[in-house]
């Protein structure tokens, strides 16, 4: 079975400074996505950053970067320069690359940046 | 481009009762799904669709809860009788073709059983 594992459930960060997010997760799988989605209070689950497993680049979107550890099954989010637009909960997720590709996720974790 | 269009956006019902949700995905988009968020987790797969068809459908209450594409673009998730512990966030999401990677959320149906 695959499983995530958010160990965080909650997270504070003062605007400007950064902050990382941490997940692990359990495969057997070789072929997989790994993602990072953001959900404000409105409750609209947005993209924030997709990590393919066979590159082993760690994947860059403007000040959200992942910390890919293919052997350690770890996948942390970093946020840089924090801002106030940054207060949501944050969902690691995973999905094969063949076959079915429902969307594993995480239990999340409340991140509040501090004015 | 238009986003996954969900509605109603809050659903408040008494047990027993029945309720339906609609998801209007984005335009093209021909695989879509529905997921049951419950408080303080993660959402988790209800139902998948490939055009019209089901093609997963093992997580789904069947006693209870029932879904159809018709057409292939428009979805109905609907829950008949509702209990209290359905109470949670219903999403639905989108993506071009089963094989494409990245879901494209809506913003999710919140339901209160009273």
Request: aromatic share 12%; glycine share 6%.
């Amino acid at each position: 079975a695959q499983t995530v594992t958010q160990s965080q459930p909650e997270m504070s960060v003062q605007e400007a400074e950064t902050v990382t997010l941490s997940c692990t997760y359990d495969t057997s799988e070789n072929n997989y996505y790994l993602f990072w989605y953001k959900q404000p209070p409105s409750r609209q689950m947005i993209l924030v950053i997709r990590q393919e497993a066979y590159k082993q680049q760690n994947a860059t979107e403007n000040r959200f970067s992942v910390n890919f550890q293919k052997a350690a099954k770890s996948f942390s989010l970093k946020i840089s320069d924090s801002q106030l637009g940054d207060t949501a909960m944050y969902f690691c997720a995973f999905t094969f690359r063949t076959g079915a590709n429902n969307l594993f996720f995480g239990t999340g974790t409340r991140l509040t940046v501090i004015p | 481009e238009a986003g996954v269009v969900q509605s109603p956006r809050y659903k408040i019902i008494e047990k027993k009762q029945p309720v339906a949700f609609w998801c209007n995905p984005i335009s093209g988009h021909n695989t879509l799904y529905w997921y049951l968020q419950n408080l303080g987790q993660g959402p988790e797969l209800l139902i998948r669709y490939e055009n019209e068809e089901a093609v997963d459908d093992s997580q789904l209450p069947k006693d209870r809860f029932s879904a159809e594409r018709l057409k292939g673009v428009d979805s109905t998730l609907k829950i008949q009788p509702a209990e209290l512990g359905d109470s949670a966030v219903y999403l639905c999401a989108s993506t071009p073709h089963l094989r494409t990677d990245t879901q494209y959320f809506g913003p999710g149906t919140r339901l209160t059983v009273l």
